[in-house]
């Protein structure tokens, strides 16, 4: 039998608690760091936020999170359960919250209840999944499956997968919240081509989040979404923060910047993770791993000075010209 979750309300008290401590043991704010790059003098002027502030509840929140898609997709093969379990492991001792997830992702929903229950149901854990159809009905139903196979009662966030029946599930995720039975409402694309409808429902619907990709190769949220997310008040979920592995096959073998130490980038994964999230709009990026080691990588990429407006423009330009 599995272990019974935490009271819903407790464990809010709980994590908004452990958030808070977090940020009390942050440092304020480093002196700034100047160093020489080849073609400017550019500056880090802020430690990194161990958490950034969702909008709607000033609930805060760790800035890295974990996405599942293809990931925790391992059906019932039993050792590559245990190796999934080692890297959600991972992902709480460094400081995890956000776990994302959707029926969309076969049997990863299952995996992630299993890993919770192997694990006692982390107090951080951060729950989000989505609703993936275009039927109100099985929508219901996909939510009620959803707690089932995460074990747990209520979810801090369920979101309308690519927009698929956003019309029809948006009222009763939003009946939830308004019932106490889930505590934020969001939308999510991967898709470039619909940022024309989803800027439409940032507009006009009440929703806590956005989810959609944002990269370094991939910037075109930075015109329109993550200004619009900003001024209405909406937390952004970043997904594809590696262009789905592509970044990492353009850098194979080429190097840091040397100026990357001065803003604690010990590699590839933190430099790109550290390009996102420092952007003052994205509340959190869910990278995917399967390897523990990749998994304390990610994680490090919350720590020490944060790029400011300056220095993502020359992490922009050093990218680009590799």
């Known amino acids: 039998m599995s272990e019974a979750p935490i009271d819903s309300q407790k464990r809010q008290l709980i994590k908004l608690g452990a958030a808070a401590l977090a940020i009390t043991q ?52 039993q050792k590559l359960r245990e190796k999934r379990c080692a890297v959600l492991k ?10 994302d997830s959707s029926p969309m992702y076969g049997s990863s929903e299952a ?31 996909q939510i009620a499956d959803s707690h089932k196979l995460w074990r747990i009662n209520q979810f801090d966030l369920f979101q309308v997968h690519n927009l698929a029946g956003w019309k029809k599930h948006l009222p009763y995720l939003q009946a939830m ?45 930075e015109s329109r ?11 952004v979920i970043v997904n594809r923060p590696f262009q789905g592995g592509s970044l990492f096959r353009k850098i194979a073998n080429k190097p840091l910047p040397p100026w990357a130490k001065e803003i604690n980038c010990d590699n ?33 990429a919350r720590l020490g000075p944060m790029p400011d407006s300056n220095i993502r423009q020359q992490m922009f330009r050093y990218w680009k010209n590799l």
């Open 177 to 221: 919240k308004a019932n106490g039975r889930l505590n934020y409402v969001g939308i999510t694309t991967s898709h470039g081509r619909r940022h024309t409808e989803l800027e439409q429902i940032m507009r006009n619907e009440t929703i806590d989040f956005v989810q959609l990709t944002y990269n370094i190769a991939d910037r075109e949220v």
């Open 225 to 235: 979404l993550l200004p619009l997310a900003k001024d209405r008040g909406i937390a």
């Open 111 to 141: 995996v992630i209840g299993d890993c919770l229950q192997q694990l006692s149901f982390p107090e951080a854990n951060f729950s989000a999944t989505k609703v993936w159809t275009s039927s109100a009905n099985e929508g219901i139903q």
């Open 268 to 300: 590839w994964a933190q430099f790109f993770l550290k390009f996102v999230v420092s952007h003052d709009a994205v509340t959190c990026a869910i990278p995917a791993t399967t390897r523990v080691e990749h998994m304390l990588q990610n994680m490090a």
């Open 26 to 77: 942050t440092p304020s704010a480093l002196a700034a760091i100047s160093f020489n790059s080849s073609s400017a003098t550019i500056k880090a002027a802020t430690t990194a936020d161990l958490t950034k502030i969702i909008p709607s509840s000033q609930q805060p929140l760790p800035v890295i999170g974990m996405g599942t898609w293809q990931t925790f997709n391992v059906g019932n093969n």
């Open 90 to 99: 991972a992902f709480f001792e460094q400081g995890g919250g956000m776990i």
